[in-house]
């Protein structure tokens, strides 16, 4: 029985995709897709990067990749670094990229939905899930799915022409 579950396990394992770190074409696909949020005016967005201790890494690097502005088609991306824990800072953000342990977390979704704010990730188990809005991956090609119910709770509705760019759960 064990010669037939150990080669099973395995390839469930080998198929299953690792969920990859956002890289700065991801952040220039979010700063496309926030240019058709309804109701945000002028080119400057604040994303806020939510993040975990094991994801602080990363979020730094983000930043970093966003100082001084990241131009993303007509906006440009300012970051704002936001602990997990600070969850409940979101206001006045216009999206939170959600890494790590954030991305599944449900206070982080409530803390940003109830602000107004687009949640956004890497991880497409987020979307799924409802935690966050829009997941994002740029790579081999661009996808972009909105989770309809996630969308509606935080308030954040799109240009009727973005509906053609991406895929609705």
């Known amino acids: 029985m064990r010669k037939y579950i150990l080669p099973v396990l395995a390839g469930a394992l080998l198929s299953t995709p690792a969920m990859a770190e956002t890289t700065q074409r991801d952040l220039?696909?979010?700063?496309?897709?926030?240019?058709?949020?309804?109701?945000?005016s002028g080119s400057?967005?604040?994303?806020?990067?939510?993040?975990?201790?094991?994801?602080?890494?990363?979020?730094q690097a983000l930043a970093g990749t966003m100082a001084g502005?990241?131009?993303?088609?007509?906006?440009t991306l300012n970051a704002r670094l936001v602990?997990?824990?600070?969850?409940?800072?979101?206001g006045g953000a216009h999206a939170a990229v959600l890494l790590g342990?954030?991305?599944?977390?449900?206070?982080?979704?409530?803390?940003?939905?109830?602000?107004?704010v687009m949640t956004v990730s890497t991880d497409m188990g987020c979307v799924e899930s409802g935690n966050c809005v829009m997941g994002v991956q740029?790579?081999?090609?661009?996808?972009?799915?909105?989770?309809?119910?996630a969308a509606n709770a935080s308030s954040v509705s799109f240009a009727a022409a973005f509906a053609m760019m991406i895929e609705e759960i």
């Open 138 to 149: 740029s790579a081999p090609s661009v996808r972009i799915v909105v989770n309809r119910g």
């Open 44 to 59: 400057g967005r604040t994303v806020a990067i939510v993040y975990d201790a094991a994801s602080e890494a990363e979020a």
């Open 101 to 116: 342990g954030a991305s599944g977390d449900a206070g982080v979704f409530s803390a940003a939905s109830s602000a107004g």
């Open 69 to 75: 502005g990241l131009s993303a088609g007509r906006v």
């Open 83 to 90: 602990p997990m824990a600070d969850a409940g800072s979101l």
């Open 28 to 40: 220039e696909v979010i700063g496309r897709a926030l240019s058709f949020v309804e109701g945000a």
